[in-house]
């Protein structure tokens, strides 16, 4: 299962060494649809009309929604079940973005009228605490892992390029992450994943940056995945050490990954790529009565094969599950 990627991101991961596989491994035959899926809505709270599923745990126990309604602003599901809703904030949008397994949300608060975001940390009291952030400029929150770390990101509204940070759980003020980025991901032993394939250790200060190809890279498990353009679109697989491991031909937007080392990923084009699954060396387009969403949106894979994110309707993105009907 995965948790998390460039646009939303909610991750809790582990960055340990896992198992390496002997030499990159490329995949690429197409396989034989194994089976129809069948996608179920997530439930809605009421005064909600719509929900985007935005993040989840690492084990999908909690999913993270951002809802379009007048009273609410997200929603925390449990095993597919309403957990709790978010509260609004007064003539502002709410962003959630990343969830831990103690159900503490992370996002950022929009002012209407304004293009000043305000990072925040939401705990089951329902309480908006805002994150340190410098004066005139603006924060996002991406990602909390189980200590209550919360990476993202600082930025100037008048332009430039942002700067990554983590807010240590503990700790006033926070801490500036190497480079110019967004920082994704933040692990339970606190190694931070950037958008462009730093890794950072905020135990030890120091940092590694993978040659992930390209400006979109996610963290599950002990594995990290980057898109890039080499001898066509591929997905290229790496160690927290820098050692690549896999590559997956065809890949576009890696979204997940489960204990039968299933990858579920975007494939082919650029815009609107193929939701498709490697899996027994081949790959194979996801069939479905509602196609998951897999380029920007958030998507994963459990571990018993059920298939999680978005399927887009004229009315927008629908968050739900998908269960395989052999």
């Known amino acids: 299962m995965k948790r998390h990627m460039f646009a939303t991101a909610v991750l ?19 396989a034989t649809a194994p089976c129809q899926y069948v996608a179920a809505d997530l439930p809605l709270p009421a005064g909600a009309y719509s929900a985007t599923l935005v993040a989840g ?12 309604g007048w009273t609410v602003s997200g929603v925390i ?19 959630p973005t990343g969830i ?28 908006y605490t805002y994150l340190t952030t410098p004066a005139g400029h603006g924060s996002w929150a991406r990602a909390v892992n189980d200590a209550g770390d919360i990476a993202g990101e600082i930025y100037s509204p008048s332009g430039g390029f942002p700067t990554p940070v983590v807010w240590e759980a503990g700790k006033p003020g926070y801490t500036t992450i190497p480079g110019q980025s967004l920082a994704i991901a ?4 606190r190694k931070v994943l950037t958008r462009e394939g730093l890794v950072y250790d905020l135990n030890t ?13 996610m963290l599950d498990g002990n594995r990290i995945f980057g898109a890039g353009y080499s001898n066509g ?10 050692q690549q491991v896999g590559v997956y031909a065809g890949g576009r937007t890696p979204k997940g990954v489960n204990k039968q080392n299933t990858v579920f990923a975007g494939f082919g084009q650029e815009i609107d790529p193929v ?24 998507a994963d894979i459990t571990d018993d094969g059920v298939l999680l994110g978005n399927y887009r309707t004229s009315s927008g993105l629908h968050a739900a599950s998908w269960v395989c009907a052999p």
């Open 12 to 30: 809790t991961v582990s960055l340990g060494l896992g198992t390496v596989v002997s030499g990159p491994q490329a995949v690429a035959a197409p």
């Open 57 to 68: 745990t690492a084990d999908s126990r909690l999913l993270l929604g951002e809802l379009s």
């Open 77 to 95: 599901w449990q095993d597919g079940t309403i957990l709790r809703s978010m509260p609004g904030v007064p003539d502002s949008r709410v962003y």
């Open 100 to 127: 831990n397994n103690d159900a503490v949300v992370v996002g950022h608060v929009q002012k209407n009228n304004t293009n000043v975001h305000a990072a925040f940390r939401l705990t089951g009291e329902n309480t």
């Open 186 to 189: 933040i692990s339970p032993d």
């Open 205 to 217: 200060g120091t940092s590694l940056q993978l040659p992930l190809g390209s400006s979109y890279s």
């Open 233 to 242: 679109y591929e997905i290229t697989e790496w160690t927290a050490l820098g």
């Open 275 to 298: 939701a498709g699954l490697w899996t027994n060396g081949g790959w194979a387009a996801v069939q479905a009565d509602k196609l998951p969403q897999v380029s920007w949106e958030y």
